[in-house]
């Protein structure tokens, strides 16, 4: 069975800072890899996701994310946080298979210090 | 273009009662999932449906059913509520191809309070 884990219900990080937020992944197969945004009262978007291919990927909003798989990680990372990233941060895993499903994390909510 | 759009957004019942929430997916999305959001929680995965039948089911008991009609519209009905039932339901669509690989377009959920 697939899991996530993410180490910290919450992290707080000043504008300014560097933004680490960590995911461990459990697979049985590769994985494909997401991080999903939650602004409050709001549904879930997509920042960024690794399928196959290169191992660091981009996302929307600055962020980034490295799949290592001798790590079992997909930390995401933003050099320099603003106010308007404060909100929960859901990692999710699923197989490389069309038919499986999305499995999420707990989530990590950031807070931005001034 | 709308994105995915779901009724009602908040919603009180008691325990016994039964609800049903609707969602109406992104324009050109034929495949709708459900997911049950408890406070402080990360999304479970209830059931996820494409050309009107339920394709894959997470661990959630049979109280928990749902539809989808010609239109790729959903229903996630709930039955006989508990008070653990309490969370917000969050409906995603995409299209076929993408349904799993991560392009899962959000909608702002349903909050259900059950006393």
């Known amino acids: 069975a697939q899991s996530v884990t993410q180490l910290g219900s919450h992290v707080s990080v000043s504008e300014g800072a560097l933004v680490l937020l960590r995911c461990n992944y459990s697979s049985s197969v590769p994985p494909y890899l997401f991080w999903y945004v939650q602004y409050p009262n709001q549904g879930l978007q997509l920042l960024l996701k690794y399928t196959t291919g290169a191992t660091l990927v981009k996302g929307i909003n600055g962020f980034e994310a490295e799949f290592k798989k001798s790590e079992t990680s997909f930390h995401l990372t933003k050099p320099s946080a603003h106010m308007s990233d404060a909100a929960e941060y859901f990692c999710a895993v699923s197989k490389m298979n069309r038919d499986d499903k999305i499995i999420f994390g707990k989530g990590t909510r950031l807070h931005i210090l001034p | 273009d709308a994105g995915v759009t779901q009724s009602p957004t908040h919603l009180i019942k008691t325990r016994g009662q039964q609800v049903t929430l609707r969602c109406s997916p992104k324009s050109g999305h034929d495949t709708v999932s459900w997911y049950q959001q408890a406070l402080g929680q990360g999304p479970q995965f209830i059931f996820q449906y494409y050309e009107e039948e339920e394709r894959q089911r997470g661990n959630f008991p049979d109280r928990f059913s749902g539809h989808q009609f010609p239109n790729y519209s959903s229903e996630l009905n709930v039955n006989a509520l508990l008070l653990g039932d309490s969370a917000l339901y969050l409906c995603?669509?995409?299209?076929?191809?993408?349904?799993?690989?991560?392009?899962?377009?959000f909608g702002e959920g349903s909050r259900l309070t059950v006393l």
């Open positions: 995603a669509s995409s299209p076929d191809v993408t349904a799993n690989t991560g392009e899962l377009f």
